[in-house]
């Protein structure tokens, strides 16, 4: 396959085959649907009264599925900035996080573990090394 020629995919949300370019995942008519929802969702979340509901909340309210939502902020289109308590959750443990693919504590988490495994690696390197220098005399 030449570079920039569509591929034939299946849409995630009906299964039909649609030209996938790259542009978005689905085929037109679910992305036109999409769009719609999304329009009422903005709609909602525009409401000063609105700016600060939860994803749960969202969710009720618009009839949004929640992974839509979701997508909607990973993608940038719904920024966390204007409406502080929306985010996506965290690959390793849920929590809703705003950047990235996981959450502050798991990215903490994640550092500190990658430092002691380094730790650990150096403490065996040098183990080895000294062993290598070690000389032995033979008694008589």
């Known amino acids: 396959m030449r570079k920039n020629e569509p591929e034939i995919r299946n849409c995630p949300t009906c299964g039909n085959f649609f030209n996938y370019t790259g542009v978005r995942d689905n085929c037109l008519e679910c992305a036109q649907k999409e769009e719609k929802v999304?329009?009422?969702?903005?709609?909602?979340?525009?409401?000063?009264e609105n700016r600060a509901a939860s994803v749960e909340r969202i969710v009720e309210e618009t009839g949004v599925d929640e992974d839509l939502l979701y997508k909607w902020v990973r993608r940038g289109r719904l920024q966390p900035a204007h409406f502080p308590n929306l985010g996506y959750p965290c690959d390793k443990c849920g929590k809703l996080t705003t950047e990235g693919k996981l959450c502050v504590a798991c990215q903490n988490e994640l550092q500190k573990d990658l430092?002691?495994?380094?730790?650990?690696?150096?403490?065996?390197?040098?183990?080895?090394?000294?062993?290598?220098?070690?000389y032995f005399t033979k008694r008589d």
Do not use: G, P, W
Not at 38 to 48: A, N, Q, S
């Open 115 to 134: 430092q002691q495994f380094e730790a650990a690696k150096e403490f065996r390197e040098s183990i080895q090394q000294s062993e290598e220098r070690t």
């Open 38 to 48: 999304f329009e009422e969702v903005y709609r909602f979340l525009r409401r000063r």
